[in-house]
């Protein structure tokens, strides 16, 4: 007998599992249409690898992931690709998100498929491998990717693998009608995953409530050394933190994962789609889907392809439309309630239930909470529910967290037992929204500021780089000052005192003189010999102008001939363009002339002095 | 179709808090049985009495705060305020007395506070306490003699004569001191078994008294089994006041015996009726051992070197106040966490 622990609190829903046992897994068909989110797993989503029109085969891949954590995605059976977009996916905020549309021909036609003969004699990793390409990721609630689930680092070894078998949640039935009908495949899936992980104990937790389960089990695994441990039914015994405590008496340390501490956990449907993968190299293409509740006329479990429609499958499931008032994808614990029916299966949808008005009926109004404290009776993290509710109500969220609301699993327990019918998960959920965006929002302050102080740290040193560059030429300004000043004082001490000065001040007008070739030149006689010079050059220019210009305009007049030899459309504006330059030309013939002239006058006065 | 949507959990378990109050007062019950059958028709008269004062007054406070008035009175817990206060006055306590502390328990002790779960003070207990306080002799003087109640004890319309008079004389002969308050001022001039050979313990441990309690014990264990309370006030409660006798009052000639102290006052309605009361108690296991304790210890103290004969109102008060201190150092460990996060957030963690 496996010794077994208990876990705090729980409790004991209404199960409602006979609704969906009477009748053995059905196939749902191939519906109409086939709408496969890229996303059905957390990671990064799968990239299309076919284009609209394409024709697939069953089990082909449809999408993958190049880099990044994820799984691919395989066509459910053999069609056309329709199109590819967004369409609502299973979500609770009815969001839609990138889907790849397949309509089925009807042939289900398989693609090939090369089953490995014995998977002993491979690689481990290539073993991982085939899991990754099959498209496995869990099946029992987050689609965490199984293939990387099943690698945990070097330092964490796996001693104890876990098969959550519990399904504690009301009204859930597929994993217990798998074990009962495909016990084998479960059981060889799990081996498949025992050699990969080689722990030392591997075991399979069922709750008492599914004893034709176990018995199927118990057959299964004769000659192997896997346990069945038959776990009290209390409700949420198949929490992943809760059933490794049952098992093991362990807890997986707040904010870790049950590798921290040698264990872990994977789901039946899991388990078959690893035997499927590795024995027939059958891919995650379908999946069993509890359809149940009182308003469908034929409850059960049904074979789904992944992408079916929910819709279609209500109608197979006989669903009476006047009956049905609140539709939920999961359980009636910890599942969401669906605005639509046009949404798909995916790889993680286990369940859904189409309830009438009486049976999950709508919630008194919330009254007072009188701090009885049986929320924290039943919460199975042993957490204190009602001050979390007083604190998230209060919004002071930091209180909320130092009371561990993180660890809170949004099971449902306190809610369900609330007497003053407070929707206490509820408040969670917000307070544990409010916290992420606000932690979101200091990240992007902090990341603001840092760059903000960066910045201000380059322009400060810029500053300063300038301020010390402005120094180094006022300290060499100085300087040269000081030079001129010491050269000055010898000139004057040779007695060219006046004509220095005289000369550093022509300097400046020989500059804004230099483009006037004027007649301002008769004034500038009275300066000293020195003033001629700089007019030469100004000649040399103007020669040099008037040498270019009529260059240009030379070449401007062969171009005007060729464009008006080949007739083309810019005679004119050659035309004008020549005209221009003419006058050009002219102006600085007439300033060569000027200056000549001046500088004929200049010589001459020059000689007369 | 259009589907209603609702946040998870969908399934509710059906034990509104109405229900839960409906469950306290029937526990009572038995209790109220064991009053009536040995000390007459004071209590019946005083419970429903008070349950009128009580919704009235609630009903009253809900206007002055445009609160929805029959969705607040149908969760049943002024009734339980009001029922609580008859069965602890005393049976010919006037109908005045019985007024002024129901009145204070639902308007200022509980609506003034924010109304239900959000006083910090158990309502019965601050009515009994202002009551006690304030007319010391109507509260000591009231209590009927125990006789069974088709033998010498005043019928129904002289009982509710004398509460509605309110007239001291109208019950002379019918009253006598409680075992508690005898044993307590007597003891000192006397011995153990001259004290105890007053009419007013009777053949038993204190007569009446002793069936009252273990009526009260029989609702409480039901609530337990109801799992409407858990076990932790009542046995840190009683065990502490065990302790408490065993450890200082085991000269009878000194202290009352332990026997008194269980089944003689208001000790098993306190345990498992007024100091259960969940608003105003500790919340985690832990607190909830430490406040039972507390006002265990506080019972006895009070008892035997204060000024009252019986304890329970100004204990539970006393305890009251300790509440948010205990709650703050006994928050319980999470699954997964080495230790309780005790104290504020930022500082003192552990």
């Known amino acids: 007998m496996t010794q077994l622990w208990d876990f705090s609190g729980g409790v004991h829903p209404a199960e409602h599992k006979q609704l969906s046992t009477s009748r053995p897994i059905q196939a749902a068909g191939i519906p109409g249409q086939l709408v496969l989110p890229l996303q059905q797993h957390i990671g990064e989503p799968a990239e299309p690898i076919v284009a609209i029109g394409d024709s697939v085969l069953k089990g082909q891949k449809i999408a993958d992931v190049s880099h990044g954590m994820g799984v691919p995605v395989h066509a459910p059976t053999s069609g056309v690709i329709e199109s590819i977009g967004d369409y609502p996916v299973p979500h609770p905020s009815g969001m839609a998100d990138k889907c790849i549309v397949l309509k089925p021909d009807g042939k289900d036609e398989w693609c090939e498929r090369y089953p490995v003969s014995d998977y002993r004699k491979l690689d481990r990793d290539q073993v991982l491998d085939i899991i990754r390409s099959a498209g496995i990721s869990g099946m029992g609630g987050a689609g965490f990717p199984t293939h990387i689930k099943l690698k945990p680092s070097r330092d964490r070894k796996v001693d104890t693998l876990i098969l959550n078998g519990a399904e504690c949640e009301p009204y859930i039935t597929a994993d217990d009608m798998t074990m009962r009908e495909r016990a084998d495949e479960v059981v060889s899936g799990l081996k498949v995953m025992a050699w990969i992980l080689r722990p030392e104990r591997c075991v399979i937790g069922i709750e008492d409530n599914k004893p034709e389960a176990a018995t199927a089990l118990r057959e299964a695994i004769q000659g192997t050394q896997i346990e069945i441990a038959v776990i009290p039914t209390k409700y949420p015994s198949g929490g992943e933190k809760q059933l490794i405590q049952i098992l093991t008496g362990m807890e997986v340390p707040s904010g870790g994962i049950p590798a921290d501490i040698g264990v872990m956990c994977q789901n039946i449907g899991t388990a078959v789609a690893v035997a499927r993968a590795v024995f027939e190299d059958t891919p995650l293409v379908c999946r069993v889907v509890t359809l149940t509740g009182e308003a469908l006329e034929k409850p059960g479990n049904f074979d789904v392809l992944l992408g079916t429609p929910v819709d279609y499958l209500l109608e197979q499931a006989g669903l009476q439309p006047e009956l049905v008032n609140r539709l939920i994808l999961g359980g009636p614990m910890m599942g969401y309630t669906l605005t639509t029916t046009a949404i798909p299966v995916i790889k993680t949808s286990n369940c859904i239930i189409a309830a009438t008005a009486s049976e999950l009926p709508a919630p008194p109004p919330e009254q007072a909470c009188i701090r009885c404290g049986q929320c924290a009776e039943v919460c199975p993290m042993e957490l204190l529910p009602q001050q979390l509710f007083w604190h998230a109500k209060a919004t002071e969220f930091e209180k909320a967290e130092h009371l561990n609301l993180f660890d809170c699993i949004e099971c449902g327990a306190c809610s369900y037992v609330c007497p003053s019918s407070i929707p206490l998960v509820q408040y969670y959920r917000y307070a544990k929204g409010e916290i992420r965006v606000q932690r979101a929002e200091q990240l992007k302050a902090d990341r603001a500021r840092e760059r903000f102080e960066a910045r201000q740290e380059r322009l400060d040193r810029e500053q300063q780089d300038k301020e010390l560059r402005r120094k180094e030429r006022a300290k060499a300004a100085a300087e040269a000052q000081a030079k001129k000043k010491v050269e000055a004082g010898k000139a004057a001490a040779s007695g060219e005192a006046v004509d220095g000065r005289a000369a550093s001040s022509a300097l400046v007008e020989q500059a804004l003189a230099r483009k006037k070739a004027s007649s301002e030149a008769a004034q500038a006689q009275a300066a000293i010999p020195a003033d001629a010079a700089p007019e030469k050059p100004d000649i040399e220019s103007l020669e040099k102008q008037f040498a270019q210009a009529q260059s240009k305009l030379e070449t401007m007049q062969a171009m005007l001939e060729d464009a008006k030899a080949q007739q083309a459309d810019n005679v004119e504006k050659l035309e004008r363009a020549i005209t221009k330059n003419h006058d050009r030309v002219k102006r600085a013939e007439e300033a060569l002339a000027d200056a000549r002239k001046t500088l004929a006058t200049q010589t001459e006065s020059q000689s007369i002095e | ?350």
Request: a positive charge; charged letters at 10%; aromatic letters at 10%.
């Open chain 2, 1 to 350: 179709m259009a589907f209603v949507q609702q946040s998870s959990p969908h399934a509710h378990s059906a034990r509104p808090t109405s229900k839960v109050m409906l469950w306290v007062i029937l526990a009572a019950l038995p209790g109220l049985l064991a009053q009536t059958l040995f000390f007459g028709w004071g209590n019946l008269i005083n419970v429903v009495w008070c349950i009128a004062i009580a919704l009235a007054s609630e009903a009253a406070i809900l206007k002055l705060r445009s609160k929805p008035i029959v969705f607040v009175l149908k969760d049943n817990t002024a009734a339980v305020t009001g029922l609580l206060l008859g069965l602890s006055l005393p049976q010919f306590a006037p109908w005045w007395v019985s007024a002024v502390a129901v009145i204070s328990a639902i308007v200022i002790a509980k609506q003034l506070y924010g109304g239900l779960g959000s006083n910090p003070f158990n309502p019965a207990m601050v009515g009994y306490a202002l009551v006690l306080i304030s007319f010391p002799v109507a509260m000591t003087t009231n209590w009927a003699e125990p006789a069974l109640l088709w033998d010498s004890a005043p019928g129904f319309g002289d009982t509710l004569a004398a509460i509605a008079s309110g007239q001291q004389t109208a019950i002379d002969g019918w009253t006598m001191a409680t075992p508690l308050d005898e044993y307590k001022h007597k003891i000192a001039s006397h011995t153990a078994a001259e004290v105890l050979a007053h009419p007013t313990f009777g053949e038993g441990i204190a007569k009446g008294w002793e069936w009252v309690n273990a009526a009260f014990l029989v609702g409480g264990l039901v609530l337990i089994g109801l799992k409407i309370i858990t076990w932790h006030i009542p046995a840190a409660f009683l065990g502490a006041l065990v302790a408490m006798s065993l450890a200082f009052g085991s000269n009878a000639d000194q202290y009352a015996p332990l026997s008194l102290h269980l089944l003689a006052g208001g000790t098993m309605l306190g345990a498992f009726f007024i100091a259960t009361d969940p608003v105003s108690a500790a919340t985690s296991h832990q607190g909830k051992l430490i406040y039972g304790a507390g006002i265990g210890v506080l019972i006895y103290l009070i008892r035997s070197w204060g000024n009252y004969p019986d304890a329970v109102a100004f204990s539970v008060l006393l305890m009251n106040f300790a509440v948010p201190f205990i709650d703050h150092y006994t928050p319980p460990r999470t699954y997964g966490h080495h230790k309780a996060r005790r104290g504020q957030p930022g500082r003192g963690r552990s």
